[in-house]
Each structure stands twice: as structure tokens, then as C-alpha cells.
């Protein structure tokens, strides 16, 4: 059986989440899963990355058993989606460096841009399936 690879968030920011609903809109063959990175699984995976579980700047992508954050997960992500969202892949040609430096930025100012949650976002029932916990 072919594992689903799994997107992490940050469950408390607007433009996180406002991504995730984008992605499961494009996603019609239900290719992926999603938890936040304030859940147990998020927590795990941020651990394996060798991140922080108090500093959360990053999402992941774990796929195929690699775990791939910023710029190189979104760009995975993308080539995955229904439409013309896989010709973004062409992005990853562009040394991660710059692609990071870019990402980064938006990480640092997503909640002063897009604002902010009080608490995780709760999936619709019908969406409740895709997501790990």
C-alpha cells in the first residue's frame, strides 16, 4: 500500500491554513494527508527534522520517507496538485538559498501580514479523513 505524504502547518496561522484549504481543493485524488505542527505527529516529524518544537518558521513535507521543508515542500507540494501548479517545480532550479531567503520572509511576517488564530484549525467533517490528528 502507497503511503500518503504528509503536509505540516502551522495550525494557529491564517495564511497557513488558507494554503491548506488551497492544496485540498487541488488535490482531488486525495494524495495527501495534513497535520498541524502543534499535534503529536507534527511534534514527532519536527523532531526527525531536527527542528524545534517551541520555533515553528517552517512547513514539511514528508514524502517517500525524506522530510522537506520551506521552499523545496511547497515546490513538491505544487507539482502534485491538479491544473497548472506542477509547472511551479521549474522554481526548484533556482538554488535554495534564494528560494529559502524569499520564504523566510513571508514565515517571519505571516502572522503581522495574515494574522493569526486563537486555536488550531478544525477541518469539516467531510475533510476530518485527510487529516492525521
Not at 496538485?81 to 520572509?105: C, K, Q, T
Request: proline content about 5%; glycine content about 6%.
Amino acid at each position: 500500500m502507497k503511503e500518503h505524504p504528509i503536509i505540516l502547518f502551522d495550525g494557529f496561522c491564517n495564511l497557513c491554513n488558507g494554503a491548506i484549504q488551497f492544496i485540498i481543493e487541488r488535490d482531488k485524488n486525495q494524495h495527501f494527508r495534513f497535520a498541524s505542527l502543534q499535534s503529536k505527529t507534527g511534534r514527532e516529524y519536527q523532531k526527525k527534522a531536527g527542528l524545534s518544537i517551541d520555533k515553528i518558521d517552517t512547513v514539511l513535507l514528508v514524502e517517500n520517507g525524506e522530510i522537506y521543508q520551506k521552499s523545496t515542500a511547497g515546490l513538491r507540494v505544487a507539482r502534485n496538485l491538479d491544473g497548472l501548479w506542477p509547472v511551479m517545480f521549474i522554481f526548484i532550479l533556482i538554488p535554495p538559498f534564494i528560494r529559502n531567503a524569499v520564504y523566510d520572509l513571508i514565515a517571519r511576517n505571516r502572522y503581522k501580514w495574515f494574522g493569526k488564530k486563537d486555536s488550531c484549525w478544525m477541518p469539516t467533517p467531510d475533510l476530518k479523513a485527510l487529516f492525521l490528528d
